[in-house]
């Protein structure tokens, strides 16, 4: 992509990121600061308000904007020219309330628009704005979900959801956690396991356990794997099954890779980090048949349920469990001579001290779509996966890298017209390049996103991963991306 | 603490709750649910902006209720009664906007008001409107700092704001990363470098190394049990010394520590998540000498510096060494043949996948009161700190646990009358159950909220540990709680 902004063009982006009025003009004159507003001014009402009510108005145009298909969904820009475009320092003085207004206006200007119905670069799209509501309130509330003390409302808004993901889950009881990302989760699981078990030997099997073309982990290689490393005097203990991998949206068979576990005693792992919102599908939630039978399983709202960045629960079949593993004993900072039942106090439960609030725009959002609203939405995803992938097999050029899609990635290659005819040894060279060619010029033009990388084994060249996860895409956005991929790539 | 309310009072709280107009009369005839507003009904724009805007009044009042001194911290309910006060289920169907919006009342009334100025419970205190504002952004742009690509301004704000973080650390270069919580930040830095010595032991101070009477290391200490570790046949290569402990707000010699480290060839890491913020004070940074010697280093600019939960940095000098060690080399994640310099993409740098924005909220907050207005906040806090010191040791009844502090942490037992003349070793015992049982009834009242623990090695009973970090905190704050201590405490 070449350098093409010159001084001129900069001069003329930045002029138009200073335009439009932040702060009212009679507020603007003023030349108000952060000191006079509230807490530190105590007069300061009328102005608090008027900020921050500016600050919204900004964040609603933004929204309006994002969601109309005209606008780009990015304006790309090489790091040391977006450099020149916003100025970012830390400056010795205090700033004004308007600079600080027209700060936020370039940086919302300047950004990737994550929710804009073109975007389907990562499993995260779509901006719900309920979920963004709560979150708003959450930083309002700006608490720790450390204790029952500081957070009560929240703790047991944690306990309810979770109550409720578990029964999904298909446990009769269990124990579970919001902490930050799936694999920190992830880490924390296997964590707790690596302090019973110090000669165990972990299999992961992204590296370890060969999968069939699909991307499913291969329960006989599995097997094999486990066998062989008894052999070599190692000692398994824990098994990670996948439901929804990251690349090809594919389904490890839970019952199969269960049965092995049961045989040798190992510990069974889901990370449902991707396909965990499935559960809520009574049409689909068959694909994570025998879920029930791990004895943890990670599951990260913000992807497939649509929650904003970031929520990830970890769960525990056996209750009791995370407080065991992870509790520091430090009574200096969780007293256990509380007026009320410590037990609620969550300090212990995970390996961080400070943990973010990330319950509350989850459970805003459910609460707003309710069971049937979520079945309803990830039942139309999956539906409008279909339509994409059936328009992608009828269309010329395209080719399916995973024929027929279990999930919501639907994973592509573009051939463009002169190499659809060459010898499959050089169309497979070749192919490498033409997905990131055209994902370059996607973002130059900052028409749409879309993500493309090779096979994690190297075995096939470099193609698109589509993902359909944002609540409100509609058809015409799926034929949108298609027809930009063959006009981009049909001359290449 | 009793639990006193009946089914009367909860129906009467109850009741009190579903006041409030929400959404105008008009809006709530209508009966609206998030299915019409955007992004799921294109033509539901007045209702979206009235929607967020109603939310934002609800926040607005919160925050002028919170910055009221006659308003309570909390109203305290136990777990059992708190359930019974507020509906937290899952519905089948989904819920309207306007009992979202009483939801949304229900959990800003129960909850406790961390940004009030008589909150003296944690570390983290009081509410940044710009940070909060920030936050609001960062919700509404919901993206993950995981590449350039998806994150191009936030990328750059970070490398922006850790330089001049690193300037103040004082190393001439350095690499840096936000990613949640001091303690996890920790775990990172020593998980780093487990992967070079397999066999190394790790020293926590916490746990092996001799502190003073006042929580500092004590560098004779630190060196016998160096020196007795490789008698042992141990291989020692990590020290962890605190600048500002969780406590006692204790600063270990950095110098004479790094002295040590330097003669034993030990990685000296600087846990500065709570004191980092002193290094913004010309007047003060001196209780920080030595670290610009540390290789690594934790902020956590939640704490001190005021930015919104979370926030916390992680700083290591020798650049590279972040992705050297973290790096998963997932091509499949993060490919190296995209059209910009792949070396601005932060994935590799982090344990976790997905990751917060968290330096939007600082970067805004820090502009909006730039070097010198932080310098002046650090100055004032421990100018109030000193107040608060003078004021206790000047109040009948009260006694220092740790005669001078040197920092913003206040530590000290209230004495109750009756146990005023026992000999030592009784009023020591009877003194334990002195400070849960002031916190209980504080609870109780919702006045005001201050931590309290024993000693880390329980060789001191129960102590108050009053922390003073919010920029806005008052003198008439400071007077208030050792009023209502006295009040609770002294005729117990």
Redesign the interface.
């Known amino acids: 992509?070449e350098n093409s902004k010159n001084q001129q063009e900069t001069t003329k982006i930045q002029k138009e990121l200073h335009n439009g009025p932040f702060m009212t003009e009679k507020m603007e004159k003023k030349n108000l600061?952060?000191?006079d507003?509230?807490?530190?001014n105590?007069r300061g009402?009328d102005e608090?308000?008027h900020?921050?009510?500016s600050?919204?108005e900004?964040?609603?145009e933004?929204?309006?904007e994002e969601?109309d298909r005209s606008t780009k969904v990015?304006e790309?820009?090489?790091?040391e020219e977006?450099?020149g475009l916003?100025d970012?320092?830390?400056?010795?003085?205090?700033?004004s309330?308007n600079?600080?207004l027209k700060?936020?206006n370039?940086?919302?200007r300047?950004?990737?628009r994550?929710?804009h119905?073109h975007f389907f670069?990562?499993l995260?799209q779509?901006?719900d704005?309920?979920a963004?509501?709560g979150?708003?309130?959450t930083?309002?509330?700006?608490?720790?979900m450390?204790t029952?003390?500081?957070?009560?409302?929240?703790i047991?808004?944690e306990k309810?959801?979770t109550k409720?993901m578990i029964e999904l889950i298909g446990w009769p009881t269990g124990d579970a956690i919001f902490s930050?990302?799936?694999?920190?989760s992830h880490?924390q699981n296997i964590w707790e396991w690596d302090q019973f078990h110090h000669f165990a030997v972990l299999l992961q099997k992204s590296f370890n356990i060969h999968t069939d073309a699909s991307g499913r982990m291969l329960p006989r290689a599995l097997e094999e794997q486990i066998i062989k490393s008894k052999e070599e005097g190692l000692y398994p203990f824990f098994v990670c099954a996948t439901a929804g991998t990251?690349?090809y949206g594919a389904w490890d068979p839970i019952e199969e890779i269960a049965d092995i576990c049961e045989r040798y005693d190992l510990w069974l792992h889901v990370d449902a980090a991707w396909g965990g919102g499935i559960l809520l599908s009574p049409e689909y939630r068959h694909k994570l048949a025998g879920i029930e039978r791990a004895k943890s399983v990670t599951w990260?709202p913000?992807k497939l349920m649509g929650s904003?960045?970031?929520c990830?629960a970890c769960f525990v079949r056996q209750e009791g469990l995370l407080f065991q593993v992870n509790q520091m004993s430090a009574?200096?900072?969780f007293?256990q001579?509380?007026?009320?039942?410590v037990s609620?106090d969550t300090g212990d439960k995970a390996?961080?001290?400070?943990?973010?609030n990330d319950i509350?725009k989850l459970?805003?959002m459910?609460?707003?779509?309710?069971?049937?609203?979520y079945r309803r939405q990830i039942n139309r995803l999956m539906d409008m996966a279909k339509y994409f992938t059936e328009r992608i097999k009828a269309t010329e050029g395209f080719e399916m890298v995973v024929d027929e899609p279990e999930f919501l990635n639907i994973c592509f290659w573009y051939v463009p017209r002169s190499i659809r005819s060459v010898d499959l040894r050089e169309k497979m060279s070749r192919l490498e390049?033409i997905a990131?060619k055209i994902?370059?010029q996607m973002?130059?033009r900052g028409t749409t996103?879309v993500g493309?990388?090779?096979?994690?084994h190297?075995k096939r060249p470099?193609f698109f991963r589509m993902v359909i996860s944002n609540?409100?895409v509609q058809k015409v956005d799926l034929d949108f991306i298609i027809d930009e991929i063959v006009n981009l790539g049909y001359d290449l």
């Open positions: 992509m600061f952060a000191t507003l509230f807490p530190h105590p009402w608090t308000s900020f921050l009510k600050i919204v900004l964040l609603l933004y929204i309006k969601n990015l790309f820009h090489q790091p977006m450099a916003i970012l320092h830390i400056p010795e003085e205090p700033m309330l600079e600080l700060s936020c370039e940086v919302l300047l950004g990737v994550t929710g119905p670069n990562q995260s779509g901006l704005l309920i963004m509501a979150e708003w309130l930083a309002t509330c700006n608490t720790n450390f029952y003390e500081i957070s009560p409302v929240f047991l808004m309810e959801v409720r930050p990302d799936m694999q920190f880490v990251t690349v990260n913000h904003l960045l970031q990830s009574d200096y900072l007293q001579d509380k007026p009320y039942d609620y390996i961080q001290c400070g943990r973010h509350f459970w805003l459910w609460r707003s779509k309710g069971m049937e609203g390049k990131p994902k370059a973002m130059q996103m493309y990388q090779p096979d994690e190297k470099n609540a409100n």
